[in-house]
């Protein structure tokens, strides 16, 4: 069984420019949530993904955006970064949300 | 964002000593979830509870469900090296969407275990 894939791991980008983020879910599951965890806090959601359309949104901008594909991989995308938006970014994938499980997260630096 | 409020922050104990720490929220939820990070690391699911007063337990580790439904608490017995981590609880409710599902999470609990 392969687990919840990220990538990259890494990234660093300037202030203003637009990051895409990816994830591939656990095989099984079909909903793919993300997080965003600032250093020395806890995982904070963003949104959830269910049948390729989002049906849930924590409070985040809409700068803050996302696809999910046909075979339940998905995508984040955020626009106009801010210094603000440094952080890990987790992927979360379950069947029809019930226990969620996490990928390894990809680090965004924004300079 | 809302967090949960999870304590200790920290925690400095010995080997084989037992750990206790514990979450709680003004929120109700329908599940509890207990995850442990490490450093460059996604949060790994420890433990979930499904209904209030449950008791649940992994190996060496034992959670609970508060009867409140607003509360829930994680033991380690006989600690060793390997649990070294951030421990975070995490409370599951219903999203915006149409059968969309949330978790809110605590700060953590960051543990360390003296050899």
């Known amino acids: 069984e392969t687990g919840v894939t990220q990538s990259p791991t890494h990234l660093i980008k300037t202030r203003g420019q637009q990051v895409t983020l990816r994830c591939s879910s656990q095989s099984g599951h079909n909903t793919v949530s993300w997080y965003q965890q600032a250093l020395g806090q806890g995982p904070q959601f963003i949104f959830q993904?269910?049948?390729?359309?989002?049906?849930g949104r924590g409070n985040f901008p809409p700068r803050f955006s996302g696809l999910q594909f046909p075979n339940y991989s998905s995508e984040l995308n955020v626009n106009a970064l801010e210094l603000d938006d440094s952080a890990l970014y987790l992927c979360?994938?379950?069947?029809?949300?019930?226990?969620?499980?996490f990928g390894p997260g990809t680090r965004l630096t924004v300079l | 964002g809302q967090q949960l409020n999870q304590s200790p922050q920290s925690m400095f104990i010995q080997e084989g000593e037992d750990v206790s720490m514990n979450c709680t929220s003004s929120?109700?939820?329908?599940?509890w979830l207990w995850y442990k990070q490490d450093p460059g690391e996604g949060p790994v699911l420890l433990i979930a509870l499904y209904k209030a007063g449950e008791l649940t337990s992994n190996g060496r580790l034992t959670a609970q469900f508060g009867i409140t439904r607003k509360d829930s608490f994680l033991n380690i017995s006989a600690s060793i090296p390997s649990d070294v981590g951030i421990y975070f609880c995490a409370g599951q409710s219903l999203g915006s969407g149409a059968g969309s599902y949330q978790l809110t999470f605590g700060k953590g609990t960051k543990l360390s275990v003296i050899p």
């Open positions: 979360a994938s379950s069947y029809s949300g019930t226990e969620q499980f």
């Open positions: 929120s109700i939820f329908n599940t």
């Open positions: 993904y269910y049948r390729e359309e989002e049906n």
